[in-house]
Protein backbone atom coordinates (compact mmCIF):
# COMPACT_ATOMS: atom_id res chain seq x y z
CA UNK A 1 0.00 0.00 0.00
CA UNK A 2 2.98 2.43 0.98
CA UNK A 3 3.70 1.63 -2.06
CA UNK A 4 1.09 2.56 -4.29
CA UNK A 5 0.46 6.20 -1.88
CA UNK A 6 4.04 6.66 -1.00
CA UNK A 7 5.68 8.84 -3.48
CA UNK A 8 7.54 6.78 -6.60
CA UNK A 9 11.31 6.17 -5.64
CA UNK A 10 12.13 6.98 -9.43
CA UNK A 11 10.39 9.98 -9.71
CA UNK A 12 12.49 12.88 -11.99
CA UNK A 13 14.67 10.01 -13.13
CA UNK A 14 15.67 9.32 -16.64
CA UNK A 15 16.09 5.81 -17.35
CA UNK A 16 17.41 4.48 -20.69
CA UNK A 17 16.70 0.61 -22.06
CA UNK A 18 17.42 -0.87 -25.02
CA UNK A 19 15.61 -4.17 -26.27
CA UNK A 20 15.26 -6.37 -29.20
CA UNK A 21 17.11 -7.63 -31.56
CA UNK A 22 19.24 -5.60 -34.08
CA UNK A 23 18.33 -5.78 -38.13
CA UNK A 24 21.48 -5.87 -40.11
CA UNK A 25 20.23 -5.56 -44.10
CA UNK A 26 21.53 -7.46 -46.64
CA UNK A 27 19.64 -6.13 -49.60
CA UNK A 28 15.83 -4.50 -49.48
CA UNK A 29 14.28 -7.79 -48.63
CA UNK A 30 16.61 -9.92 -46.83
CA UNK A 31 18.15 -8.84 -43.11
CA UNK A 32 20.32 -10.73 -40.39
CA UNK A 33 18.63 -10.47 -36.91
CA UNK A 34 18.58 -12.89 -33.88
CA UNK A 35 15.96 -14.49 -31.30
CA UNK A 36 15.87 -11.83 -29.06
CA UNK A 37 12.20 -11.09 -28.35
CA UNK A 38 12.35 -8.11 -26.32
CA UNK A 39 10.23 -9.29 -23.16
CA UNK A 40 13.09 -8.78 -20.92
CA UNK A 41 14.19 -5.25 -21.61
CA UNK A 42 9.87 -4.45 -21.99
CA UNK A 43 9.61 -5.73 -18.33
CA UNK A 44 12.23 -3.31 -17.33
CA UNK A 45 10.59 -0.69 -18.81
CA UNK A 46 7.55 -1.20 -17.27
CA UNK A 47 8.74 -1.92 -13.88
CA UNK A 48 11.02 1.23 -13.80
CA UNK A 49 7.79 3.34 -15.56
CA UNK A 50 5.98 1.92 -12.39
CA UNK A 51 8.44 3.56 -9.90
CA UNK A 52 8.07 6.96 -11.74
CA UNK A 53 11.12 7.18 -14.09
CA UNK A 54 10.87 8.91 -17.15
CA UNK A 55 11.54 6.18 -19.20
CA UNK A 56 12.73 5.91 -22.93
CA UNK A 57 13.30 2.69 -25.08
CA UNK A 58 15.22 2.34 -27.86
CA UNK A 59 13.95 -0.83 -29.55
CA UNK A 60 15.12 -3.13 -32.35
CA UNK A 61 13.01 -6.11 -33.78
CA UNK A 62 10.67 -7.15 -31.05
CA UNK A 63 8.14 -9.55 -30.77
CA UNK A 64 6.05 -8.23 -28.03
CA UNK A 65 4.16 -4.75 -27.72
CA UNK A 66 6.45 -2.00 -26.25
CA UNK A 67 4.43 -0.94 -22.76
CA UNK A 68 2.76 2.35 -22.71
CA UNK A 69 4.15 5.59 -21.04
CA UNK A 70 7.45 4.93 -21.99
CA UNK A 71 8.75 6.90 -25.15
CA UNK A 72 9.34 4.61 -27.28
CA UNK A 73 12.56 5.03 -30.42
CA UNK A 74 12.34 2.71 -33.09
CA UNK A 75 15.38 1.39 -34.28
CA UNK A 76 16.80 -1.64 -36.67
CA UNK A 77 20.64 -1.88 -37.06
CA UNK A 78 23.65 -1.46 -34.65
CA UNK A 79 24.83 1.30 -36.13
CA UNK A 80 21.38 3.31 -35.71
CA UNK A 81 20.54 1.93 -32.25
CA UNK A 82 24.29 3.64 -31.42
CA UNK A 83 23.23 6.87 -32.73
CA UNK A 84 20.03 6.77 -30.55
CA UNK A 85 21.44 5.56 -27.12
CA UNK A 86 25.15 7.78 -27.78
CA UNK A 87 22.37 11.19 -28.28
CA UNK A 88 20.50 10.59 -25.17
CA UNK A 89 23.05 10.04 -22.78
CA UNK A 90 23.53 13.31 -21.38
CA UNK A 91 21.04 13.74 -18.54
CA UNK A 92 20.42 10.25 -18.19
CA UNK A 93 20.09 8.69 -14.79
CA UNK A 94 20.74 4.93 -15.86
CA UNK A 95 20.99 2.77 -18.54
CA UNK A 96 20.20 -0.49 -19.36
CA UNK A 97 20.99 -2.31 -22.13
CA UNK A 98 19.07 -5.71 -22.88
CA UNK A 99 19.01 -5.47 -26.64
CA UNK A 100 20.90 -8.17 -28.34
CA UNK A 101 23.37 -5.94 -30.84
CA UNK A 102 24.18 -7.86 -33.48
CA UNK A 103 28.28 -8.02 -33.55
CA UNK A 104 28.67 -8.45 -37.32
CA UNK A 105 26.63 -6.49 -39.94
CA UNK A 106 27.23 -7.14 -43.78
CA UNK A 107 30.31 -5.45 -45.50
CA UNK A 108 27.92 -3.68 -48.26
CA UNK A 109 24.43 -3.42 -48.10
CA UNK A 110 22.72 -4.08 -52.19
CA UNK A 111 20.12 -1.66 -53.69
CA UNK A 112 18.74 -4.35 -55.54
CA UNK A 113 17.55 -7.70 -54.57
CA UNK A 114 20.66 -10.15 -55.05
CA UNK A 115 20.42 -12.81 -57.52
CA UNK A 116 20.96 -16.32 -57.34
CA UNK A 117 23.55 -16.27 -60.08
CA UNK A 118 26.17 -18.74 -58.59
CA UNK A 119 26.40 -22.06 -56.35
CA UNK A 120 28.00 -20.64 -53.51
CA UNK A 121 27.45 -17.30 -52.48
CA UNK A 122 30.05 -15.52 -49.58
CA UNK A 123 28.70 -12.84 -47.42
CA UNK A 124 31.22 -10.33 -46.02
CA UNK A 125 30.38 -9.38 -42.36
CA UNK A 126 32.26 -6.56 -40.43
CA UNK A 127 32.40 -5.79 -36.93
CA UNK A 128 29.45 -3.32 -35.66
CA UNK A 129 30.68 -0.89 -32.28
CA UNK A 130 30.20 -2.31 -29.33
CA UNK A 131 27.57 0.26 -27.73
CA UNK A 132 27.69 -0.79 -23.91
CA UNK A 133 31.68 -0.07 -24.45
CA UNK A 134 31.12 3.04 -25.91
CA UNK A 135 28.94 4.21 -23.57
CA UNK A 136 31.29 3.25 -21.16
CA UNK A 137 34.23 5.34 -22.68
CA UNK A 138 32.22 7.86 -23.29
CA UNK A 139 31.62 8.30 -19.06
CA UNK A 140 35.24 7.94 -18.50
CA UNK A 141 35.82 10.55 -20.98
CA UNK A 142 33.91 12.61 -19.12
CA UNK A 143 34.69 11.85 -15.96
CA UNK A 144 30.83 10.81 -15.00
CA UNK A 145 27.73 9.47 -16.31
CA UNK A 146 24.74 7.53 -16.27
CA UNK A 147 24.61 3.76 -13.93
CA UNK A 148 25.29 1.36 -16.62
CA UNK A 149 23.90 -1.77 -16.57
CA UNK A 150 25.12 -4.50 -19.30
CA UNK A 151 23.46 -7.84 -20.22
CA UNK A 152 25.82 -10.77 -21.24
CA UNK A 153 23.99 -13.98 -23.12
CA UNK A 154 26.32 -16.94 -22.56
CA UNK A 155 25.97 -20.35 -23.31
CA UNK A 156 29.42 -21.81 -21.29
CA UNK A 157 31.36 -20.63 -18.44
CA UNK A 158 28.70 -17.88 -17.49
CA UNK A 159 30.30 -15.93 -14.87
CA UNK A 160 33.73 -16.45 -16.39
CA UNK A 161 32.14 -14.42 -19.19
CA UNK A 162 29.85 -12.06 -17.41
CA UNK A 163 32.73 -10.81 -15.01
CA UNK A 164 35.07 -10.27 -18.14
CA UNK A 165 32.04 -8.11 -20.36
CA UNK A 166 31.70 -6.45 -16.60
CA UNK A 167 35.53 -5.81 -16.64
CA UNK A 168 35.88 -4.73 -20.69
CA UNK A 169 32.57 -2.98 -20.78
CA UNK A 170 33.28 -0.82 -17.33
CA UNK A 171 29.49 -1.17 -16.17
CA UNK A 172 28.63 -0.86 -13.12
CA UNK A 173 26.17 -4.06 -13.39
CA UNK A 174 26.22 -7.00 -15.63
CA UNK A 175 22.97 -9.33 -15.78
CA UNK A 176 23.83 -12.61 -17.13
CA UNK A 177 22.17 -15.61 -17.95
CA UNK A 178 22.46 -18.83 -19.71
CA UNK A 179 20.37 -18.65 -22.95
CA UNK A 180 20.46 -22.40 -23.75
CA UNK A 181 19.02 -23.31 -20.40
CA UNK A 182 15.33 -23.89 -20.36
CA UNK A 183 12.74 -20.81 -18.64
CA UNK A 184 16.01 -18.31 -19.94
CA UNK A 185 16.73 -16.27 -22.33
CA UNK A 186 15.43 -15.50 -26.06
CA UNK A 187 11.90 -15.87 -26.27
CA UNK A 188 11.45 -17.04 -22.82
CA UNK A 189 8.81 -15.40 -20.58
CA UNK A 190 10.77 -16.04 -17.35
CA UNK A 191 14.30 -15.32 -16.89
CA UNK A 192 17.37 -17.09 -14.56
CA UNK A 193 19.81 -14.82 -13.98
CA UNK A 194 23.38 -13.84 -11.94
CA UNK A 195 24.03 -10.04 -11.14
CA UNK A 196 27.48 -9.02 -11.31
CA UNK A 197 28.70 -5.52 -10.13
CA UNK A 198 32.06 -4.18 -8.85
CA UNK A 199 34.07 -4.79 -5.85
CA UNK A 200 32.82 -8.55 -6.03
CA UNK A 201 28.96 -8.13 -6.07
CA UNK A 202 26.93 -11.40 -7.10
CA UNK A 203 23.38 -12.84 -6.68
CA UNK A 204 22.17 -15.77 -8.07
CA UNK A 205 18.26 -15.36 -8.90
CA UNK A 206 16.18 -18.24 -8.80
CA UNK A 207 14.06 -18.65 -11.92
CA UNK A 208 11.33 -15.76 -11.93
CA UNK A 209 9.60 -13.93 -14.63
CA UNK A 210 11.07 -11.28 -16.60
CA UNK A 211 8.82 -8.46 -14.56
CA UNK A 212 10.14 -10.38 -11.68
CA UNK A 213 13.66 -10.13 -12.34
CA UNK A 214 13.33 -6.84 -13.32
CA UNK A 215 12.30 -5.47 -10.35
CA UNK A 216 14.82 -7.23 -8.69
CA UNK A 217 17.14 -5.26 -10.64
CA UNK A 218 15.81 -2.21 -9.84
CA UNK A 219 16.26 -2.47 -6.50
CA UNK A 220 20.00 -3.53 -6.88
CA UNK A 221 20.41 -0.55 -9.46
CA UNK A 222 18.85 1.36 -6.28
CA UNK A 223 21.25 -0.03 -3.82
CA UNK A 224 24.06 0.51 -6.31
CA UNK A 225 23.36 3.78 -6.53
CA UNK A 226 22.97 4.56 -2.90
CA UNK A 227 26.34 2.83 -2.00
CA UNK A 228 28.41 4.42 -4.80
CA UNK A 229 26.80 8.14 -3.58
CA UNK A 230 28.00 7.63 -0.24
N1 LIG B 1 26.35 -4.99 -26.85
C1 LIG B 1 26.41 -3.73 -27.42
N2 LIG B 1 26.87 -3.58 -28.70
C2 LIG B 1 27.32 -4.66 -29.39
C3 LIG B 1 27.28 -5.94 -28.81
C4 LIG B 1 26.79 -6.07 -27.53
O1 LIG B 1 26.01 -2.75 -26.78
N3 LIG B 1 27.78 -4.48 -30.62
C5 LIG B 1 25.86 -5.09 -25.47
C6 LIG B 1 24.57 -5.87 -25.31
O2 LIG B 1 23.47 -5.01 -25.39
C7 LIG B 1 24.72 -6.46 -23.92
C8 LIG B 1 26.21 -6.63 -23.76
O3 LIG B 1 26.82 -5.79 -24.74
O4 LIG B 1 24.28 -5.55 -22.94
C9 LIG B 1 26.73 -8.03 -23.93
O5 LIG B 1 26.36 -8.56 -25.17
P1 LIG B 1 26.91 -9.99 -25.56
O6 LIG B 1 26.47 -10.33 -26.93
O7 LIG B 1 26.60 -10.93 -24.45
O8 LIG B 1 28.50 -9.72 -25.51
P2 LIG B 1 29.57 -9.41 -26.61
O9 LIG B 1 30.50 -8.39 -26.01
O10 LIG B 1 28.98 -9.07 -27.91
O11 LIG B 1 30.42 -10.73 -26.69
P3 LIG B 1 30.08 -12.17 -27.38
O12 LIG B 1 28.83 -12.01 -28.21
O13 LIG B 1 31.30 -12.46 -28.19
O14 LIG B 1 29.89 -13.11 -26.22
CA1 LIG C 1 27.42 -10.39 -28.96
Redesign the pocket.
Known amino acids: VAKLIGPKPLAGQRVLI?AGG?VERIDPVRYITNDSSGKMGFAIAEAARDRGAEVTLVCGRTEATPPHGVNVIRTDS?LR??DE?MSRLDGTDVVI???????YRPASRADQKIKKTSDLLTLELV?????????GEWKEARGGGPFV??????TTDVEK?ALD?LA??K?DL??ANNVAEAGAGFGAETNIVSVYGRGGFAEHLPQMTKRAVAERLLDIVRDARKGSSE
Open positions: TTAMRVKAAAVADRNPDILQEVVGFAAEHKRKCIV
